[in-house]
């Protein structure tokens, strides 16, 4: 398996665009999660899906963000309008679920908002 | 609230060395506490599991241990290597009453290991 697969790695954007990340979990993973890391609050979860519904999603920071699980092999997280404190590395990971197993972690995507 | 610390934020040691990297966390409540290793610019990479009923697991040089009760785990790193220089996450899957948790992660120690 090629992993969990985030795209694009980097993004450079314009503050108000509206930017769009995404994510392809381990097949067979029904957990999903997404996170953002900033240097100075390390990594957060922003949201996760259990077997493609929204469980937790209190960690979005606000309205502005929202993310969507159409199916098990695909996951997206929007930001519109962007703000520049939205820049960060964003990472999608995935697990089989249950209690006890483990998460992977895909290579990010660098958001730059200028 | 779940929290997760790590000490020290930064070690370094020359190659050959064993250390031993921190983590703590305050509500024992937890299903399990996963360590990871995270280079530059790259994504975390799972080194060890440690499920709550367990105390310790072993990977090749890795040794993690678990002392659920007291809030502590420790990574033991034998015959450190320059290769092994990166920032090492600890995080732990807390249990909300019964159901699935996601993962809070302690800010990293980053290990530079000198030839």
């Known amino acids: 398996d090629a992993g969990v697969i985030q795209s694009p790695r980097h993004e450079v954007t314009e503050m108000g665009q509206e930017v769009t990340l995404r994510c392809k979990p381990i097949?067979?993973?029904?957990?999903l999660f997404w996170y953002r890391q900033t240097m100075m609050r390390g990594l957060e979860l922003l949201i996760y899906?259990?077997?493609?519904?929204?469980?937790?999603d209190s960690g979005m920071p606000e309205d502005r963000f929202s993310a969507k699980m159409p199916n098990a092999s695909f996951s997206t997280l929007k930001i519109q309008p962007s703000e520049p404190r939205d820049s960060a590395v964003y990472f999608c990971a995935s697990s089989l679920g249950g209690e006890n197993t483990e998460a992977f972690f895909g290579q990010g995507t660098r958001l730059t908002v200028v | 609230k779940q929290e997760v610390t790590q000490i020290p934020a930064a070690l370094s040691v020359p190659e050959g060395e064993n250390l031993v990297l921190n983590c703590s966390f305050t509500?024992?409540?937890?299903?399990?506490l996963q360590w990871f290793r995270q280079d530059p610019g790259k994504g975390l990479t799972s080194l060890l599991l440690?499920?709550?009923?367990?105390r310790e697991q072993t990977s090749g040089r890795l040794n993690a241990s678990l002392d659920k009760s007291s809030g502590r785990s420790t990574l033991y790193i034998a015959a450190s290597q320059p290769g092994d220089s990166a920032t090492y996450l600890c995080a732990v899957s807390p249990y909300y009453g019964g159901s699935q948790g996601n993962l809070i992660f302690g800010k990293g120690t980053k290990l530079s290991v000198k030839p």
């Open positions: 509500d024992s409540a937890i299903y399990n």
């Open positions: 097949s067979g993973h029904n957990s």
């Open positions: 440690i499920q709550s009923s367990q």
């Open positions: 899906f259990n077997n493609n519904v929204p469980i937790d």
